[in-house]
């Protein structure tokens, strides 16, 4: 910083001004300030402003190890909402496995981060949270029903699809859900229940998938012979069943409605486009990074509900779903 105001003729205090982006100072000063930090290559020392202000102005955000569109999703809603409100993300990835967490949250601590948000897909992540001493304010994804959570109601959201269906006139419904321990899995299978039991159907025989393509391909073989619509737990899910019926000779949707989850950028175009249900990700991102930011200015770690931290999911009706066939 002394470099650059001996280069510049000006104060280190004057630099210190440019780099805060302090309003009272005349242009042409604070273009010479700029061009000597070009010419020199200047970056701030974030760790030693931090030593002064005891602020790093970073979040960290932990993700999993998975290239799941929801979770990937996040990561980029969290980046653009923290970078719109002055914050700098620290993102780490580590797998679902209680260590894996652990030592992902005690490397984002060590970094001083005023802050963090975990997008916790899976049972031992929230498990791992709950063993850890986290001292700053803390927000989980994926996980709206805990006080510390904001996300998109899962549950709602398969109760959109299998009411949807069941309007259509389907009676013979089943679900394909994701794997065990997933948050996101569970939700979703509750609200597909709930929608059949408030309607006074019974549920056909549970297909079990792994969010892939490949496990929705499998879980055709599994598929009762009067089944007449399918509500997937994912999109990828979704594709890979619609792949396998057609190679089967059952149509979608002349004799099987099919419904995904997450509305992924090529549920559009698959044949049939294929209906599912939209997740407002940058809506979740902003009011995760709110809800964070609020309880840094009110310097409260606490875990009290965020405002407004359940987002409503949207149904959005595509080609593949239809009224069932008569017999």
């Given at each position: 910083m002394y470099d650059v105001a001996a280069l510049a003729g000006v104060s280190h205090i004057t630099v210190s001004r440019v780099l805060n982006d302090h309003p009272s100072l005349r242009p042409e000063t604070r273009e010479r300030v700029l061009a000597a930090i070009r010419q020199l290559g200047y970056r701030p020392n974030l760790a030693a402003r931090a030593l002064v202000t005891s602020r790093t102005g970073s979040i960290g955000v932990l993700t999993p190890e998975v290239a799941q569109h929801g979770p990937a999703s996040l990561v980029l809603a969290v980046e653009q909402a923290a970078r719109e409100r002055g914050y700098h993300p620290l993102v780490t990835a580590a797998a679902v496995e209680h260590e894996a967490v652990v030592d992902a949250l005690e490397f984002l601590l060590d970094q001083a981060v005023e802050s963090l948000i975990v997008i916790a897909p899976h049972d031992t992540v929230l498990h791992a949270i709950e063993q850890h001493d986290i001292r700053v304010p803390l927000v989980t994804l994926q996980a709206p029903d805990r006080p510390d959570g904001v996300g998109v109601d899962q549950a709602e959201g398969a109760?959109?699809?299998?009411?949807?269906?069941?309007?259509?006139?389907?009676?013979?419904?089943?679900?394909?859900?994701?794997?065990?321990?997933?948050?996101?899995?569970a939700a979703r299978r509750r609200g597909f229940e709930e929608a059949m039991a408030t309607a006074g159907v019974p549920t056909g025989a549970h297909l079990a998938g792994d969010w892939s393509a490949a496990s929705g391909f499998a879980a055709a073989a599994e598929l009762a012979e009067n089944t007449t619509a399918v509500v997937a737990g994912n999109d990828q899910m979704a594709i890979g069943l619609i792949a396998a019926l057609a190679k089967r000779g059952r149509r979608v949707p002349e004799e099987v409605s099919i419904v995904g989850f997450d509305d992924v950028p090529e549920a559009g175009f698959v044949l049939p486009a294929l209906s599912t249900v939209q997740q407002d990700f940058a809506a979740v991102g902003r009011r995760a990074v709110a809800t964070v930011a609020s309880r840094l200015t009110a310097g409260s770690v606490g875990a009290e509900p965020a405002p407004d931290a359940v987002v409503a999911p949207r149904l959005v009706v595509r080609e593949s779903t239809a009224p069932p066939r008569e017999d």
């Open positions: 109760r959109l699809a299998t009411r949807h269906l069941l309007e259509l006139g389907h009676r013979r419904v089943q679900h394909l859900s994701g794997p065990e321990g997933y948050l996101e899995a």
